[in-house]
């Protein structure tokens, strides 16, 4: 009775079609699955062989060949067609598994039907396309088939549905924090949560990772909403994991069929475009589809990825902006600022792609490039006869984060040939704040190389200056927002004399960024910040124009 109580948890949840057999492969009981795959309206009746359910050839299922198999305790597979008396050819894999305790009457074994060509392959969540071994939910596969099929009754009835994505936010916390063990008892309990939600005419099923998909009837236009309300309440009760407990939160994109060309794959991707907006307002919410979302969503998709193949196709250039002495006019370093060239769409501004590259971790791989490049193209100038000055270059905190960071900054210079005092990172004080003693000694490692460090937006982040003198920085950048109404705004120009005279007080160098107007310069000379960036001297420009500046310098 074990392996009945056992299948009966699978009979309820399972995708695929399920037949339980006695020893002689006699129906014992079949799940609902299997007169969705099959077709056959009339349930099967107890005690009918297996071999004459299906009326077809009786060399495609001999009985007495495949009761040898399972009593050897091995594993019979066929695929097969019939005609399951409604007009309909079906085509179907079954695999017949032996099953333990045969005797008084339990299952000698269970035969698993599924669509015919469909292979069984394991994600990295250990489900199939048709049954998700960790939460005994439906997988992708037959999730599409109930929604197409959900699709096709609606259209007949005028019945509404709803789906429904859900996707746990934060949830990499889980896994990375505690470790997968804890994360798939998590996944399991909310699976079951979610589930407890709904109705039994309703459907739930793992699509990947942390997504579920919910297909609902709906009666109302609110009917999905109030739903999603309730599964967000549920999934925000506190969940116990290992010793201690856990809050988790979920996003959910709400989408209805409402058009007679809708299919599952339009649908879930509909809900896709409304989860992304529901992310984007904090998570814990929910946000139903709109054209607008979508086209915005689908913008963003097609920016990820053209971005994903623009450092393959070297689309990516840098450009470069001098740091200018306020007094001489020499040019004393410059920055290297990345800058995107589409070959369809011209020049895609930072502001635009950066973000998205922070989001997916692609900035790693950009951040690298950026930094080899950088350090390549000043050891080619200094080789070329022209002035050695130090190349800053941006730092994104998911690149800090890396362990391997330093080797990586340590091979950018050995293969550049570059002389470390011509490097110069630019970190920001959000990044400074977390694991303090950690990140000292990762900044340490740095400056042993022979680099130096600046501090990038200085006055935007943290500010906090007990903090600020244990780091091994030699540089504040001043963020242009206190430069740029310093000659109308008295506290603003106040607040940049505060940081201009601290970092003098620190002996750390300055350097102002974004200074357009003369006013921003009589006012920085006036404060004797020697160092100064921005377009009155020189917007970033392409390398073959920065490397005439470097050889004529700045006309003042």
């Not at 798939?184 to 997504?211: H, Q």
């Not at 990044?431 to 680099?451: E, P, R, V």
């Amino acid at each position: 009775m074990e392996s009945i109580l056992f299948l009966n948890d699978f009979f309820n949840h399972s995708s695929d079609g399920m037949l339980l057999l006695d020893p002689q492969l006699s129906a014992l009981q079949a799940n609902t699955a299997f007169y969705q795959l099959t077709g056959f309206k009339d349930h099967i009746t107890p005690g009918t062989r297996f071999d004459t359910i299906f009326a077809i050839n009786k060399d495609v299922f001999n009985h007495s060949t495949i009761v040898k198999h399972l009593q050897n305790n091995h594993v019979w597979q066929k695929a097969f067609s019939y005609e399951n008396g409604q007009g309909e050819t079906k085509e179907l894999n079954v695999t017949i598994l032996p099953l333990p305790d045969t005797a008084n009457g339990s299952p000698g074994s269970v035969a698993i039907f599924k669509y015919y060509g469909l292979t069984t392959t394991f994600s990295d969540q250990s489900s199939t396309g048709n049954f998700d071994i960790l939460t005994g939910l439906p997988g992708a596969t037959i999730f599409y088939d109930r929604v197409e099929q959900a699709l096709s009754v609606s259209r007949r009835t005028k019945q509404s549905i709803a789906l429904l994505l859900v996707d746990l936010d934060r949830f990499a916390m889980i896994n990375d924090g505690l470790g997968r063990e804890y994360g798939d008892e998590v996944l399991r309990e909310i699976a079951g949560r979610i589930k407890s939600s709904l109705r039994e005419s309703d459907s739930a099923a793992r699509i990947t990772g942390d997504n579920f998909c919910l297909l609902i009837k709906v009666t109302a236009d609110d009917h999905s909403a109030l739903v999603a309300e309730k599964i967000l309440k549920s999934i925000n009760q506190p969940l116990s994991v290992g010793d201690g407990q856990v809050v988790i939160t979920a996003s959910i994109g709400i989408t209805t069929a409402g058009g007679k060309n809708d299919t599952a794959e339009l649908l879930i991707e509909h809900c896709e475009s409304a989860l992304h907006h529901a992310k984007k307002q904090g998570g814990n919410c929910f946000h139903f589809y709109a054209d607008a979302l979508n086209k915005t969503a689908k913008k963003r998709l097609e920016l990820e990825h053209n971005l994903r193949r623009a450092l393959e196709k070297e689309e990516f250039v840098l450009f470069y902006q001098p740091k200018v002495n306020i007094n001489s006019g020499a040019v004393v370093g410059m920055e290297a600022l990345i800058r995107w060239i589409h070959p369809e769409q011209g020049m895609i501004p930072p502001f635009q792609f950066i973000p998205v590259a922070e989001e997916t971790g692609m900035i790693i791989d950009i951040g690298t490039w950026v930094l080899h490049e950088a350090c390549r193209q000043n050891k080619q100038w200094q080789n070329e006869g022209l002035s050695k000055v130090p190349v800053a270059v941006n730092v994104s905190p998911r690149q800090f984060q890396l362990t391997t960071f330093g080797d990586e900054v340590y091979r950018a210079i050995e293969h550049s040939g570059i002389a470390p005092e011509y490097l110069e990172l630019e970190i920001t004080e959000s990044m400074l704040m977390s694991n303090i003693d950690q990140t000292i000694d990762k900044l340490k490692s740095l400056t042993n190389i022979g680099l130096t460090l600046a501090i990038d937006d200085f006055g935007t982040g943290y500010s906090n200056l007990s903090y600020l003198t244990r780091f091994p920085v030699s540089t504040l950048k001043i963020d242009r927002a206190f430069i740029k109404d310093v000659e109308h705004d008295e506290n603003i120009a106040a607040l940049t004399r505060s940081i201009i005279s601290m970092s003098r007080s620190l002996n750390m160098k300055i350097v102002a960024e974004g200074a357009e107007v003369k006013e921003h310069i009589d006012f920085l000379k006036e404060q004797k910040c020697n160092t100064v960036q921005g377009f009155y001297y020189s917007k970033p420009l392409p390398a073959d124009e920065f490397a005439k500046l470097l050889k004529q310098g700045i006309r003042l």
